[in-house]
């Protein structure tokens, strides 16, 4: 906490407004999987609240970075979870299988870990480097509807679910679709 809030001070005397907190893996004690972190320390919830309000005395807003598709790693290589990722059984998957709607659940249960605590208007959904999208137990569907449409689908549910359940709009990378413009008019408004 001490470092975080000397990067507050810096970046508040650099007269930036957002600092967006990056979550992979197992590095906040998520309510809805506390075993996880039990065995070493990492931010609480109170820390986050502790933080979120340390930056808005600065005027910035403390945005979650929740990855909410690829970059999952941390979370597939748990025998729990191991079956939404997108593989063929042999390395721990990177990415979540979006057809999945124990996936979309999951998402969820971190939502609603993190979110609760900042007060950010914005949730930073992450959505990049989706590898195995279009591979895998998402071949056949891919193959008849494209990745693109996939992906598309996945991203508009995420935001509805954050800006419905949550009253957030979303932040996500573009790399995914950056290659694509025609997809850029089924991003979800409010999207940055």
């Not at 810096?10 to 998520?30: H, I, P, R, T, W």
Request: net charge negative.
């Amino acid at each position: 906490m001490e470092t975080l809030k000397v990067l507050v001070d810096l970046l508040a005397g650099l007269k930036y407004n957002e600092l967006q907190l990056y979550f992979e893996g197992m590095c906040f004690v998520y309510s809805q999987f506390p075993q996880y972190t039990a065995d070493f320390s990492c931010l609480t919830s109170a820390d986050m609240e502790e933080l979120d309000q340390y930056c808005s005395e600065r005027f910035i807003a403390l945005v979650p970075n929740q990855n909410s598709l690829g970059h999952m790693t941390s979370w597939l290589e748990q025998e729990e979870f191991r079956h939404l990722g997108l593989g063929d059984g042999g390395e721990v998957p990177n990415t979540l299988n979006p057809l999945l709607e124990e996936s979309f659940q999951f998402v969820d249960q971190l939502y609603q870990s993190v979110l609760p605590h900042f007060r950010s208007e914005y949730v930073h959904v992450g959505m990049d480097e989706a590898y195995g999208l279009g591979r895998y137990q998402t071949e056949a569907y891919c193959r008849e509807y494209g990745k693109s449409a996939l992906f598309m689908q996945w991203l508009n549910r995420i935001s509805d679910l954050a800006g419905e359940k949550y009253g957030k709009k979303i932040q996500f990378w573009a790399d995914m679709i950056c290659d694509c413009p025609e997809l850029y008019q089924q991003i979800p408004k409010d999207a940055v």
